[in-house]
């Protein structure tokens, strides 16, 4: 242990201010990319749903290779 | 050969292998990056220098480092992308873009605020930093460029020569602090040297760069999944699949 007690090392003697800054801001914004991502991807997934409910499946040969990009507003 | 090479650009079996790595990058990874920044929050001795300000260092050294080698990462497959036309190529280097724009930003930040108590100042307009905030905005360009473009392969050609003409940016940022005046310190892992810490600082500072390593490849297979759900939704198998997802 570098510290002596819960308040020195809170304290960081006097730098605390600036270590703590850093690591908040570093898991606000990985934990804000993480669950960007894991959003986009339920968004995605809600959306084919839609799509195959509105438009059943068609046969096997329109399916088998479209490289079509999707226009969506979440994009 | 030509065969695996064809196998590996498959979106279909990507999504596979990627489903089955992911649980073991996000666990292995949190685990190593949540010891590195215990350890080196609590354990590590005090700088002799620098005071406990130096602790920033467990997440600054991982954030520059992952930020310069996604970077790598997609030049790599951007030059995939533009000699053998391979889809999955481009998929990673939307998908990585963003991320590293995050990382390359934290990089930033966490060096502007330990330059404060360790040089005064919270920013100067020296190599290593210029360079560090032209790849933040290469990152932007390479978001946008992609965003602009609708005709996916015309969009990815762009996207491509874009991140292979940035790369030159690479070396200038690893080389800044030996070829020019700064305030920056130099690197603090070398290949051929041992580190010039001690074992009980860069020990912890290496699991936390390695962790944030499989971290990254965890949010990466996540949003290259995500990507290849939206462009192959017309397929046979993106279409099973999604109909067995529960969500």
Partial sequence: MAFDSFAAFMAMDGHGPYVWTCYAVFFLLMGAITWWSLRQRRVIIAQQRRRMDSAPVRDERSAAASFTRIESSQD | ?247
């Fill in chain 2, 1 to 247: 050969m030509w065969q695996i090479f064809h196998k590996l650009g498959s979106p279909k079996w990507f999504f596979g292998i990627a489903s089955a790595l992911m649980p073991w990058l996000l666990g292995i990874g949190v685990a190593l990056f949540m010891t590195g920044i215990v350890w080196g929050l609590v354990f590590a001795p005090q700088d002799y220098l620098q005071g406990n300000s130096y602790r920033i260092i467990f997440i600054h050294v991982p954030s520059a480092f992952l930020a310069q080698s996604v970077y790598i990462m997609m030049a790599v497959a951007a030059l995939v992308t533009l000699v053998w036309r391979m889809k999955l190529a481009d998929v990673f280097v939307r998908s990585a873009a963003p991320v590293g724009a995050v990382l390359t930003f934290l990089a930033l930040f966490t060096g502007a605020v330990w330059g404060k108590p360790t040089w005064g100042t919270w920013w100067i307009w020296d190599a290593r930093l210029t360079s560090m905030l032209i790849l933040l905005f290469l990152y932007f360009g390479v978001m946008a460029l992609g965003a602009a473009i609708s005709d996916e392969k015309s969009s990815a050609r762009a996207v491509a020569v874009l991140v292979l003409v940035g790369v030159v940016n690479i070396p200038i940022i690893k080389y800044s602090v030996e070829w020019w005046n700064t305030l920056h310190q130099p690197a603090t892992f070398k290949l051929t040297e041992k580190p010039s810490m001690p074992a009980e600082m860069w020990v912890p500072l290496l699991l936390s760069v390695l962790g944030l390593y499989l971290i990254f490849g965890w949010l990466a297979c996540l949003r290259m999944q995500t990507d290849i759900l939206a462009r192959e939704g017309r397929t046979r198998w993106v279409k099973e699949l999604v109909q067995a997802r529960g969500n």
